[in-house]
């Protein structure tokens, strides 16, 4: 063999081993071409093994390009075994896929009652304000739910609460205002606190049930001002319907208040009653021993469920206290 | 309270819409419920303004006075009630003895009336208007004064008094029959008109039906009287009833128009039902008059507490037209409270007056600046977070229960009960809250839901040595069903014993209490698959399966567990600091024992924490079998146990050690063998 049908050998077994190499379409056969050139008895070989043939001279430059073709045929194989490797990685995990639409094991979460929903919603704002969040039983007696508030035995204001009256002795509370006369008599002003709780009224119709929640706040401070109640109820009322409100202060009657007030809100174009209020009155004060002249006070209350109807759009008072679960997985 | 708006015409002359007074009244504290507009053929166009006047205006229970309150909001001429006196061609011959209750008794006798008559086609349309039945012309006439003056009148019948009127005080047991037939029980301090032989009416609230008018009254005696508030309130009320008359008079009944009324009365009786009209016959009690107070008003103090800037002209102004007569200086204003204004009697009452004719409404606003103050965690919102968390519904039931349920889980001796319930199934006040909480259950398994998870948070009622009921805040839950909604990764399993503990544990474990169970148990519990909670000797809790007695009257497939807690029990956990932890390995071991069936797995657990050693950091039970490999009446306890200690890595042989000291114990106290 001479050099250049050598150099002819070589170049034919470069394009042909390139092609044999990337058509492989497995590792098997892949591995076979790459013995048929490389392996001991492959032809890459055989032609080493010739080159003896070959006149010492050309002989150095003969093993050179063997050994150029050597490595093409090295690196087209390393590539392809690459690239069949990717490939059947791939279509292993293809395989592998699952139905992602399936339900997840997430639990779902229990719910809590809509009025303890709103008191906590509303506390949430008072509690912003450096409000404190107090509370007090709900027997009560005469003089707490009636005689400190400035509702003396047999006043016709009592008429505004139809009050339960227990067999043993005392009643149960008609508004959580008791928990301000304890809160004045047992801490020093200044004061800001609020009482949520339930109330008692023995009523019971579309409109009304025997308990329902309140919530009353209080704030005996110097210089606790009509202003302050009314800019104070304002921003609450917008924070708690998540939007501006109108608002319209009117005078009304509370015993335990003076000035006292009704706050509606304009909802579908009427006003609606939302809230009682006003400056707390001062027979109430010197009961409890607050020194009137220093001390100016306001105060205000709400129904829960009333709140809770505007801003879920509830249509039925009742539905609170039927605690039907289609009601209350809504909230 | 409802009347014409034409009515008000013969007060004031207002030329603002119907809309437009209602909304005034409204902004003035006189709340409007509505108006209708009609077509009247007597007086033309009219409308009905409703009212709904609050304990505190009396004044304005009357037309009158709605006009007076409407002529100083508007700045107008208020025209005083106009009659023409009729004369009197007789002398009176009954005397008028009253008391310091009734300090002003007028009486007039009308001779001879007739009562065909009809009642005027006015008095009768606006007394109609106002929802007043028509009975007679002379009833029909005192009805009309009432509501045009506010002034309650009655009329009784002449013929059937007998001898000079007492206004006095009830005596004891003392019945009288009133116009309405109903038989009432007086007592002292109830008044009475009566006359020499008889009580005749209850003073203020209803006349008596033996004097009362009737189709064959020939003359009456027409009384208009001022009786003080403080013996007018709540007298009614306590016989279950109100009227119009005594509606006035516990609120406050001007007293300088009693005269008034009846020469207004008379005017129109005389062109009704025409008669011989006697001398009007006054006594009065000067001295036992309302005083009239005297009340100061410092304007820089109003102005404070309002937030407003008022001059004294303006206040004054204000005042004066309310008919306070204010005087003196210009900061300082002294005033005087009219006759028909129970109300003002402190400051804070003419500051009132004063934002009421300012309008609430332009009086200015200021936000209130928030204050810092440091929050205390609610009890009651971290316990309902957790059972959320783990799917529980909260619930919000009545706190009132029937005696039936009161009766079954009523954990308290003596039940508070209520005097005057709205039925009989809310006669009592709970002391537990599971009544509420199996209402709830079976009205929602009755729509559909198989498996529920329920909790309350709220207040339980009981009498202990007092006679003021004792309450205690209290969390209590239901589960039932399925332990999770069915899943396709899932085994479905029902809730067990074990899941209610485990809630119990959960709640517990987020507050600085240590509980311990206990078999103990309650009626309306299964006995064997119930338990008490204690902390140290104290019961704060209980938890089981509801009794089969209960739960098979109820027609359930599957048990109900109950549990509840009480959170005053509950003590709030103080600040939890860093404690270090090992960095050294641990080591595990896992023994099972076979014991008697009665040996609990707390005695076990209990016996090997006490021999574990003080490096023993964990235990945990993995299993417990009964049955092929157990003897008949053992059982075999499964535990992992980990130690780890602080200062180095534990030698085998040291655990070892300290393992063979447990078998040993486990030997020697509870008969118990090491599994193979």
């Avoid at chain 2, 009320?237 to 516990?250: L, M, N, P, W």
Wanted: with cysteine; net charge negative.
């Amino acid at each position: 063999m001479d050099l250049k049908s050598l150099k002819q050998k070589i170049s034919t077994l470069k394009s042909e081993s390139s092609a044999l190499i990337n058509s492989s379409n497995d590792k098997g056969s892949l591995e076979k071409t790459y013995k048929s050139y490389l392996g001991k008895s492959g032809e890459v070989n055989l032609l080493l093994k010739s080159l003896g043939s070959l006149p010492q001279e050309k002989r150095k430059e003969a093993g050179m390009l063997l050994n150029q073709l050597k490595s093409d045929i090295d690196n087209s194989y390393k590539d392809k075994t690459s690239e069949l490797s990717k490939a059947e990685n791939e279509l292993r995990l293809g395989n592998q896929k699952i139905d992602i639409s399936l339900p997840s094991t997430s639990r779902t979460d229990g719910s809590v009652h809509p009025v303890t929903q709103t008191i906590n919603e509303i506390s949430d704002f008072f509690e912003s304000m450096g409000f404190g969040i107090e509370s007090g039983p709900e027997t009560e007696t005469d003089y707490y739910n009636f005689e400190a508030l400035n509702v003396p035995e047999d006043h016709p204001a009592k008429d505004m609460h139809d009050t339960f009256y227990l067999k043993e002795s005392g009643l149960l509370r008609t508004h959580t205002s008791p928990v301000q006369i304890r809160t004045m008599e047992n801490k020093n002003p200044p004061h800001r606190i609020i009482c949520p709780g339930k109330v008692f009224r023995k009523d019971s119709d579309l409109t009304h049930t025997p308990m329902f929640h309140q919530i009353e706040g209080l704030v005996v401070e110097e210089g606790a001002s009509f202003a302050q109640l009314k800019g104070l109820l304002n921003d609450f009322l917008e924070d708690f319907f998540g939007r501006e409100v109108e608002l319209r202060f009117r005078p009304s009657y509370f015993p335990f208040t003076e000035p006292s007030a009704e706050a509606d809100i304009k909802w579908d174009k009427s006003w609606l009653e939302v809230l009682g209020c006003g400056m707390v009155h001062p027979n109430v004060l010197e009961m409890v021993g607050v020194d009137a002249k220093k001390y100016s006070g306001f105060a205000f209350g709400l129904g829960v469920e009333r709140m809770a109807m505007l801003k879920y759009d509830i249509p039925d008072l009742r539905l609170f206290f039927e605690n039907d679960y289609r009601f209350l997985k809504q909230f | 309270m409802q009347f014409s708006r034409n009515w008000l015409k013969d007060f004031i002359d207002l030329t603002i819409s119907t809309e437009e007074i209602c909304s005034q009244l409204t902004m003035a504290g006189v709340e409007v419920d509505g108006y209708d507009s009609f077509n009247s053929k007597i007086t033309g166009k009219d409308s009905i303004i409703k009212l709904d006047i609050t304990p505190n205006r009396g004044d304005c229970f009357s037309v009158y006075g709605v006009a007076r309150e409407l002529a100083v909001i508007n700045n107008l001429k208020l025209k005083h009630p106009k009659f023409k006196s009729i004369e009197s061609s007789f002398k009176e011959d009954l005397r008028i003895k009253v008391c310091k209750e009734a300090p002003i008794y007028v009486g007039r006798s009308i001779k001879n009336i007739n009562l065909k008559t009809k009642t005027l086609p006015l008095v009768a349309e606006r007394l109609a208007l106002s929802d007043q039945k028509l009975i007679d012309p002379v009833v029909d006439i005192t009805n009309y004064i009432l509501l045009e003056l506010g002034q309650p009148l009655h009329a009784f019948d002449r013929d059937k008094l007998e001898g000079n009127i007492n206004v006095r005080k009830a005596k004891e047991d003392e019945n009288l029959i009133l116009l309405d037939d109903q038989e009432i029980n007086l007592s002292p301090d109830c008044l009475v008109i009566s006359d020499e032989k008889k009580s005749i009416a209850l003073a203020g609230i209803m006349g008596g039906k033996n004097t009362c008018v009737t189709a064959n009254t020939k003359s009456i005696f027409l009384e208009s009287a001022f009786f003080k508030p403080s013996v007018i309130r709540g007298r009614a009320r306590r016989f279950g009833f109100q009227t119009d008359a005594s509606i006035r008079f516990e609120r406050g009944v001007d007293y300088k128009i009693q005269e008034l009324a009846v020469e207004k009365a008379s005017e129109i009786l005389h062109e009704t039902v025409g008669g011989e009209f006697g001398v009007i016959q006054e006594s009065k009690l000067i001295k036992e008059l309302p005083k009239t107070r005297k009340v100061s008003l410092d304007l820089d103090r109003a102005n404070k507490i309002l937030g407003t800037n008022i001059t004294s002209i303006k206040a004054k102004k204000y005042l004066k037209g309310l008919g306070m007569n204010p005087k003196g200086s210009s900061r300082k204003l002294d005033l005087t409270s009219p006759s028909w204004r129970y109300d003002i009697e402190i400051e804070a009452d003419l500051i009132e007056e004063l934002a009421r004719l300012e309008g609430y409404d332009s009086l200015p606003t200021v936000s209130l600046e928030p204050k810092l103050k440091i929050k205390s965690e609610s009890k009651e919102k971290a316990i309902s977070a957790s059972l959320v968390s783990e799917g529980f519904s909260e619930v919000i039931n009545y706190s009132f229960i029937s005696e039936d349920d009161e009766i079954v889980f009523g954990e308290s001796k003596k039940m508070v009960e209520v005097e005057n319930p709205i039925s009989q199934n809310m006669r009592y006040m709970r002391s537990s809250l599971f009544p509420g909480l199996i209402n709830t259950f079976i009205h929602n398994l009755n729509n559909g839901l198989e498996s529920q998870k329920l909790f309350e948070i709220g207040s339980v009622f009981g009498h202990k040595k007092s006679k003021k009921p004792s309450e205690r805040t209290r969390i209590s839950g239901l589960i039932y069903g399925d332990v999770s909604p069915i899943h396709w990764l899932d085994k479905p399993r029902k809730v067990n014993f074990y899941d209610a503990k485990g809630i119990i544990e959960k709640i517990v474990s987020s507050f600085d209490v240590a509980i311990n169970f206990d078999p103990k148990s309650s009626d309306f519990f299964h006995p064997g698959i119930s338990s008490t909670i204690y902390n140290d000797s104290k019961e704060i809790g209980l938890l089981g399966a509801l009794s089969p007695n209960i739960s098979g009257k109820l027609g359930l497939k599957e048990d109900v567990f109950l549990f509840s807690l009480d959170i005053e029990e509950l003590k709030t956990k103080t600040l939890q600091k860093f404690t270090k932890f090992s960095k050294f390995p641990s080591t595990q071991r896992d023994l099972a024992f076979v014991v008697d069936k009665d040996i609990t797995s707390h005695e076990l657990s209990a016996l090997i924490k006490s021999k574990g050693g003080k490096d023993l950091n964990n235990l945990d039970l993995f299993d417990v079998y009964e049955g092929k490999g157990v003897d008949d009446g053992k059982k075999s306890i499964a535990i992992s146990l980990t130690w780890q200690s602080s200062k180095g890595t534990l030698l085998d042989s040291d655990i070892d050690k300290v393992v063979e000291k447990i078998v040993n114990s486990v030997k020697k106290e509870l008969d118990g063998d090491l599994r193979n």
